[in-house]
């Protein structure tokens, strides 16, 4: 069987193992406060062109995002995310878990506009009850979001304005990060990521370290005392020098950016197979993740030697499949994909 | 000015009122271990032909919403509640505070059914995420609804048998539980109620008292322990016997249903008199609470005498109003209203 | 049976009760936004000779505990207590429900030092661990402590140094505040607490008052929202009108005072009895709350006649037992108890 | 510099890191669902002599403190713990930050004992006020303790014993499993704790693993739905086949033991020079964590060439200090240390 369902399927980058077996006996100061550490965040300091950002290394996505969050918001603040938004869909609830209700807005593509945002906390404001409900303290939104589309800089310079007007942090998840930045169109970069949020992270888990995810913080208030909210939520890793090692390295000689290509060029070739076969997306998406509707036969075909992910039933008859590319995607696996998927016609 | 926007304007009925003054300098232990608690609770327990239920008597709804269902769910477990549901609008978030997902299921008219429950469940059980989401573990329903409607005999039974077959505590909140018994039509009492969920509360603060709801646990796993959960949500009132006079009295002679009838009167002519003049309702319910929709040269005309709720414009031109009877209301109050109604022709 | 176990066996001051009687079918707006509760606001404003702090009323102590030291933590923050302190050891953990540790320091009559703070926080900061440890963030103290001592002004304003020094919010629970300022020797007022720490609150529960905690907030940063953090907790009263009454009667004509002064000559009366009886007293203190060290043999002769609280037992022969007085003690009963232990001589 | 400060100053054992190379682009299923993990498991499993027990591969100590914890308790219940455990002191509050009060026992070698754990259930349950107290729900321990010292099979049994008595969980915090295993003297095993406990985690982090604690649960109640809950905590690994590389690893061949053995090995050299060099211990302790009392001076000359803990100041001339031995330990490093050590005279 050959993995399509996610961007996790194999270890990590080459580079990365190479430099774990190299400095495997070396002794380091634990809690990410050794010197590999300190080369990944000043790699990662520069090619977001800034100095005074704060930047911590993460385990894992679900971690990351109920630290940063729980950092931000006071007891009655709710964060507002798409309905579709993973911490509302799939981390167990662990924002509520740690006191605060995600407030959703709706969304077909996975992503919510600036104006959804206003009127939302317009219609806060402007509630007779309004101290009866959760107040609005933070928005958190993927880029990509968890279907694959991203927002450009316009639609983020205009979900920034709505959090200036309303007094929320912005904070975006970047799982899939380097994904969006290498697609066809994507007009957004780090500088200017760190220009227009408070706070967001880099994935490394899905974009080919083993894993990691760097969060950088712009925002004064969220940096202090960042380290012991990390280490409450289980995150403060005993031997760092292995985050470390992951982001150094992707930071290194463009390697971040490389796999994120050849990610993109996987996930187009993909996407050109199945629109040629005649397969409406589900969602059109740019990124590594592409989402088809196939009759139910077709899902089984490919079934037999693909393993990938089910969105959901479109009627009795589809499927909405997802496959997802990563730096690690064989070109040969791809274009036996595609020969399957031309011999079902 | 004449209030009608809540069941909680005025302070109690008079009978409550006369036992605080005649018993205000007697000596009593506190925290609800009292001898006139104790006589609330056996009257209680006589209204709803068991003795083997266990009664607390707590100060508000919030407190105790927060209380009954941290006692129930383990950290991952969510409750599942409609939409409009009072602890997904308008707690503040306090579920969530308390670490729990309100997993909500869409309504028009305050309702949820048992196939939407039932539905929520096994669409949880086939997604292949599921232990990456939170997982059901109680419903919450309002009966009376938060929009006035009523669950009868047939739907609590149906919920009774989704909840069973899930695995989910049934929890009623019954701030205007006597609004419902007292409704045209309703076909539901105090012991169907201990059969059908595994715990309810029967509201004092709506329903004539100074304060007060009426915790009644029929599940032995919530029983347990329940003393020291109202405590840690800050319930464990000091004077409970305070609170036990507010059900001493009402659970007395009748008093709670005689007050509930009164407010249906009322609400019965509020409604006849709004449908005469041509308004629909908007939301067509039997209890105390009355929706209509009026032009806004009607809502303003009517604002001039009358405070009432304002749910929600329909369109530019029109609000959904809500007026509000209870035990308290004056039907000179009520016939003033419609008089105005009639003037604005 | 005599009931001096605790400070809240009766009802309430009965200018109250006439207040609540001629009130009663008054309409009022709800959740404390009405006319009495606004005259109560002012009334305690002008007691503190400011009009630029936040009054909030709410229930009882516990809740208001929980909303207060809720409202002023960050997560990885915790509060400064006496190991004896209410929150610490008999509120059922509410605090840490909130997700925030108590750290404790000892104590032998319920106080604890500027010294014993500065050291802790001091402590905090020289660990190499640090970041691993729960970060002090607040201060509470309880005036009168839970054994019934008083802290003077000078160790107010030195705890208050201590606090500046550390960035520490002070925050005083007040539960028994008026028993504290009428003690012999006390020399705090309120415009004095109100310039040393940053909230506390006036106790009205304990104080003649049915039910009630007038809450005063002095630091902008917490009185940000603060009715959202009091709906979260369940203290939002619907019927708030009558937690107004309860504070505006105790704040007209000297009420509160008068009550509290009536206690501390009844407690004097109590313990110029057991020390010339020739019983040592467990805590040596000026306020409401008495504790004597007794044999068994007297602990039980009382105990046939008097329900008074056990602290504990100093050794196998005798008991630590409490007497607590209040605005509502009766001198006959003062006398009786005085008669019973003379004649057990 | 050589570093002796701690367990985790190193990558991992050659033969993990070997298998993480051989395996490095293989395609696995995420989150633990894999083969190597299946693998691991069963190795475990075989170790423990027992089929009927759930396995859990988690990333840190904390987190699988937090996990094991929050899913085992009721809202009003808390944890007793030794007040130097690790929760209590080195976790930020992470288990009040999921609601549960950290109920301290005394000690001055690290461990508690069945007597003071029963002692305190009976004060609880003798208590008047024991509704307004936090309930014992669980015991936890770790052994090795945090000072080194090892619970034996009896003090154990004992323990267990009172739990029963009291309806307490018991949880044991293995971090250091292996080296307390190792130790001279040590009379349990693995067989033995799955007896004795409800749930314990077999420490890889400190062990020669790159990362990860294996969690295994007994305990029906404990066992259901485990894997939301770890989800919920951050810690559902997305590449778990890592986590099952090191158990898998670690558990093969002995090498658990092998390193654990050697640790103690060098432990007890360094022990016997520090005696032999007429220096007090802090703790007498059998495992790789050795504490001993120095001078200020020896502290200075150790530490221009060591890096090593500091606990605390025994008094203004003296310093107890921490050397942590390993799996990784060089024996020359050793040599090194007793060298200078012997200098230093």
Same mark, same amino acid.
């Given at each position: 069987?050959?993995?399509?369902?996610?961007?996790?399927?194999?270890?990590?980058?080459?580079?990365? #193992?190479?430099?774990?077996?190299?400095?495997?006996?070396?002794?380091?100061? $634990?809690? @990410?406060?050794?010197?590999?550490?300190? &080369? *990944?965040?000043?790699?990662?300091?520069?090619?977001?062109?800034? &100095?005074?950002?704060?930047?911590?290394?993460?385990? $894992?996505?679900?971690?990351?995002? #109920?630290?940063?969050?729980?950092?931000?918001?006071?007891?009655?603040?709710?964060?507002?995310?798409?309905?579709?938004?993973?911490?509302?869909?799939?981390?167990?609830? /662990?924002?509520?878990?740690?006191?605060?209700?995600?407030?959703?807005?709706?969304?077909?593509? $996975?992503?919510? /506009?600036?104006?959804?945002? !206003? +009127?939302?906390?317009? +219609?806060?404001?402007? +509630?007779? @009850?309004?101290?009866?409900?959760?107040?609005?303290?933070?928005?958190?939104?993927?880029?990509? /979001?968890?279907?694959?589309?991203?927002?450009?800089?316009?639609?983020?310079?205009?979900?920034?304005?709505?959090?200036?007007?309303?007094?929320?942090?912005?904070?975006? +998840?970047?799982?899939?990060?380097?994904?969006?930045?290498?697609?066809?169109?994507?007009?957004?970069?780090?500088?200017?990521?760190?220009?227009?949020?408070?706070?967001?992270?880099?994935?490394? /888990?899905?974009?080919? *370290?083993?894993?990691? &995810?760097?969060?950088?913080? #712009?925002?004064?208030?969220?940096?202090?005392?960042?380290?012991?909210?990390?280490?409450?939520?289980?995150?403060?890793?005993?031997?760092?020098?292995?985050?470390?090692?992951?982001?150094?390295?992707?930071?290194?000689?463009?390697?971040?950016?490389?796999?994120?290509?050849?990610?993109?060029? #996987?996930?187009?070739?993909?996407?050109?197979?199945?629109?040629? !076969?005649?397969?409406?997306?589900?969602?059109?998406?740019?990124?590594?993740?592409?989402?088809?509707?196939?009759?139910?036969?077709?899902?089984?075909?490919?079934?037999?030697?693909?393993?990938?992910?089910? &969105?959901?039933?479109?009627?009795?008859?589809? %499927?909405?499949?997802?496959?997802?590319?990563? %730096?690690?995607?064989?070109?040969?696996?791809?274009?036996?994909?595609?020969?399957?998927? *031309? @011999?079902?016609?």
């Amino acid at each position: 069987m050959i993995y399509m369902n996610c961007d996790y399927n194999e270890g990590c980058q080459p580079a990365i #193992m190479k430099r774990m077996v190299e400095t495997n006996m070396d002794q380091h100061i $634990g809690y @990410s406060e050794d010197d590999i550490t300190a &080369e *990944a965040k000043a790699l990662i300091k520069k090619a977001c062109g800034r &100095e005074d950002v704060d930047v911590h290394i993460l385990v $894992g996505g679900t971690q990351t995002n #109920m630290t940063v969050i729980s950092a931000c918001l006071r007891t009655h603040e709710g964060v507002i995310s798409s309905a579709m938004g993973h911490i509302n869909r799939h981390e167990v609830g /662990t924002i509520e878990a740690h006191g605060h209700k995600v407030l959703t807005l709706d969304t077909t593509d $996975g992503k919510i /506009t600036a104006k959804q945002i !206003a +009127d939302f906390c317009q +219609d806060h404001i402007n +509630d007779e @009850s309004r101290e009866h409900i959760v107040k609005p303290g933070m928005v958190y939104i993927s880029n990509p /979001t968890e279907m694959g589309t991203i927002y450009n800089r316009q639609e983020l310079l205009d979900i920034r304005k709505a959090c200036d007007e309303y007094g929320l942090y912005l904070y975006i +998840d970047g799982a899939r990060l380097g994904y969006g930045m290498a697609a066809e169109g994507a007009d957004f970069d780090l500088p200017f990521l760190c220009d227009v949020c408070d706070v967001f992270y880099i994935g490394g /888990t899905k974009q080919g *370290a083993l894993m990691g &995810e760097a969060v950088i913080i #712009m925002n004064e208030a969220i940096k202090k005392d960042f380290r012991y909210i990390i280490k409450q939520n289980g995150g403060l890793f005993a031997k760092g020098r292995l985050l470390g090692i992951q982001f150094a390295e992707l930071f290194k000689n463009d390697l971040y950016m490389e796999g994120s290509r050849h990610a993109i060029a #996987m996930a187009m070739k993909i996407k050109k197979g199945f629109l040629e !076969a005649g397969y409406k997306p589900y969602v059109d998406c740019p990124t590594n993740q592409q989402y088809f509707i196939v009759p139910n036969a077709v899902e089984e075909a490919l079934g037999k030697e693909f393993i990938f992910d089910h &969105e959901c039933r479109t009627d009795a008859d589809h %499927w909405a499949i997802r496959f997802c590319t990563s %730096w690690a995607t064989k070109e040969e696996n791809v274009d036996k994909l595609l020969a399957l998927l *031309a @011999s079902l016609k």
